[in-house]
Structure formats: C-alpha cells, structure tokens
T-cell receptor, first 113, second 116 residues
Framework: GENVEQHPSTLSVQEGDSAVIKCTYS??????FPWYKQELGKGPQLIID?????GEKKDQRIAVTLNKTAKHFSLHITETQPEDSAVYFC????????????FGTGTRLLVSP | GAVVSQHPSWVICKSGTSVKIECRSLDFQATTMFWYRQFPKQSLMLMATSNEGSKATYEQGVEKDKFLINHASLTLSTLTVTSAHPEDSSFYIC????????????FGSGTQLSVL
C-alpha cells in the first residue's frame, strides 16, 4: 500500500520568510495530493491540492510542486505570517471514486513575529 | 460551500458508557464519509469508511463492535464508541467527499473524547 513520508517534523521561521515542507510517496499509481492545515483542537482544512497531470499549482502565498518521477511533492508558503502557525499534513491517494487518503506524519510550523 | 459539521466538539464520559458522535455534510451530499482517530502530535489514522446505506468498512485492527458506524443518509454519519474505556480517549475526526469525481475531502472540526 501507499506510504507517505513528510519532512521536517518541525519548522520554525521568522515572519516574512518562506517555508517549505516536503513529502515523498511510494505508490506510483497515486494521482491526487492534497495538503491540509490543522490548528490546535480543530479538524484539518484543505488548503491546496494537486493532481498528477500538473507539475505546480499556486494560490496566493501557497504553492505546491509535484515531481512524479521522483515521487515527491512539496508545499511552499511565502511571506509567512504568525497565523500560518499550525500543523500541516500532506496526503496521497489514487482516484478510485472516493478518497482513502494516506497522510504524512505532519509538520509543525511555527512562525515567529 | 463544502462544510462538514461534527458534534459534539468535546465529550467527557464515565468508563463503560457509550458515546455517539455525529458528522453532517451541510451543503452537499456525501456518499462516502470517513472516520479518523488522532492521538496527540500524531497523524490521522483511518478507522473506517462509511458509505450511505451500506455497512462500514473497517481498517485492520479497528474493532467494529466497539466503534459502530451508521451512515443512514447522504448527509449524516454517526460513530458510536460503545462501552468506552480510558484507552478510547482520543480526538475523533470525520470527513466527507466532495466533487464530481469524489476527489476533494473535507473534514469536520473533530471531537475530543475523554473517558474517565
């Protein structure tokens, strides 16, 4: 089955810096890669996703890149703000009609003012 | 759009009692819902997949008689933790599919269960 690894487990940056979180997956058949942000005591929120037929996707300060050959994808946050502080999870799945997501282990991002 | 509502947000119960958690898709029909369990500072662990009108599919190692799942309508799934014990204390999260291909997945706000 699919296995998703995520690095780093914690990331501390200064406000305004960029943050990059990386994930690798094992199943070459996986074709959908969402990223979630989870704040303390809350459920994960979908922040961006990418399909395997696309190499990069941007949404304001957030971007995701996908390298299918190497089987890794990354989340890039530019101009970080304190409110970006949260735990971020990557995930991967095959589009089988419903999403049985396999999650990474999470990255705790701390943005200091 | 794509709002998933989960209740209660937290519950404290005595050992041996049962607790029901509700998950509702407010503005879309969810043919499939998922239930996860999350321990502190850990990732989400899929417990079961719930399809409307049929029996839930449980992941390996998850006791189906302990974690009863009912998906009676396209907007409601429930998880009942039966005869709860302290080791069942955890953060439980539901999610539902959204989108023409069932691709996007949206999560409820989670339920913190504490069993005394």
């Amino acid at each position: 089955g699919e296995n998703v690894e995520q690095h780093p487990s914690t990331l501390s940056v200064q406000e305004g810096d960029s943050a990059v979180i990386k994930c690798t997956y094992s199943d070459s058949a996986s074709n959908y890669f969402p990223w979630y942000k989870q704040e303390l005591g809350k459920g994960p929120q979908l922040i961006i996703d990418i399909r395997s037929n696309v190499g990069e996707k941007k949404d304001q300060r957030i971007a995701v890149t996908l390298n299918k050959t190497a089987k890794h994808f990354s989340l890039h946050i530019t101009e970080t703000q304190p409110e970006d502080s949260a735990v971020y999870f990557c995930a991967a799945t095959k589009n089988t009609g419903f999403q049985k997501l396999v999650f990474g282990t999470g990255t705790r991002l701390l943005v200091s003012p | 759009g794509a709002v998933v509502s989960q209740h209660p947000s937290w519950v404290i119960c005595k050992s041996g009692t049962s607790v029901k958690i509700e998950c509702r898709s407010l503005d879309f029909q969810a043919t499939t819902m998922f239930w996860y369990r999350q321990f502190p500072k850990q990732s989400l662990m899929l417990m079961a997949t719930s399809n409307e009108g049929s029996k839930a599919t449980y992941e390996q190692g998850v006791e189906k008689d302990k974690f009863l799942i009912n998906h009676a309508s396209l907007t409601l799934s429930t998880l009942t933790v039966t005869s709860a014990h302290p080791e069942d204390s955890s953060f439980y999260i539901c999610s539902a599919t959204y989108g023409t291909g069932g691709e996007k997945l949206f999560f409820g706000s989670g339920t913190q269960l504490s069993v005394l």
